[in-house]
């Protein structure tokens, strides 16, 4: 827990500072291209690809950049069709693009009444006996993360895609996240946890 706060600290010190604003109405029109697959206002049909509405421009910023970089053999955030996607897009083209989907509302996500109350318990609370950290340190009371640490909106997210993020953290195949802090909480996740999270935070909001 002391290593997440004083990762926090250091990141909303240092890291923060570093997003540049981008153009919403010029992102609109790149936007083209991406709706196929995250739908023209951000809002997946899929469930397997991530929602983009209402995500922190910070965030998705961050994101593409690490798309691309891990394209192009620099350390970032594998994946063969993102990477091919980032390539062409230059800092201004991602920052428009973020700045697009974060003016965008998210569709909501109901969460199921059988994982209420072990997923506020998870998210809340952590789980002591077992190191884990409480998601809602991070991820704020209502899964909205904070913008100025690029902690993402988890907010109205498909639980299916977040379940496969956390298992991708723990597997190691994906490992993007600053100073280890995902990973170092995923491989503590049981597969029954992931699920239960995935659908909680989901409904937050």
């Known amino acids: 827990m002391k290593k997440i706060i004083f990762t926090l600290a250091l990141m909303l010190g240092v890291v923060g500072v570093a997003h540049a604003q981008g153009d919403a109405e010029a992102g609109k029109a ?4 991406c709706a196929a697959c ?6 997946s049909p ?4 991530p ?3 209402g995500q922190h421009a910070s965030y998705t910023a961050k994101q593409l950049q690490e798309f691309k970089a891990a394209a192009t053999g620099s350390e970032g955030r ?34 199921p009444e059988e994982v ?5 318990a998870l998210y809340q609370g952590g789980d002591i006996d077992r190191g884990i950290t409480a998601c809602i340190a991070c991820h704020g009371p209502r899964g909205e ?13 498909y639980p299916a895609y977040i379940a496969s993020q956390l298992e991708m953290f723990r597997s190691g195949e994906r490992n993007n996240d600053h100073n280890s802090m995902m990973t170092s909480i995923a491989v503590k996740l049981t597969d029954d946890d992931i ?3 995935s659908q909680y935070v989901a409904g937050l909001r």
């Open 51 to 53: 929602k983009l509405a």
């Open 78 to 111: 594998a994946n063969a069709i993102m990477g091919g996607m980032a390539m062409p897009l230059s800092e201004e083209d991602m920052a428009d693009l973020a700045a697009f989907y974060a003016t965008q509302s998210v569709t909501p996500v109901a969460v």
């Open 145 to 157: 993360g904070l913008e100025a640490a690029k902690f993402p909106n988890l907010s109205g997210q």
């Open 30 to 33: 790149k936007s083209a291209t």
């Open 116 to 120: 209420i109350e072990k997923g506020a």
């Open 195 to 197: 699920e239960v999270l």
């Open 38 to 43: 995250h739908g023209p206002d951000g809002n």
């Open 46 to 49: 899929i469930d397997m690809y």
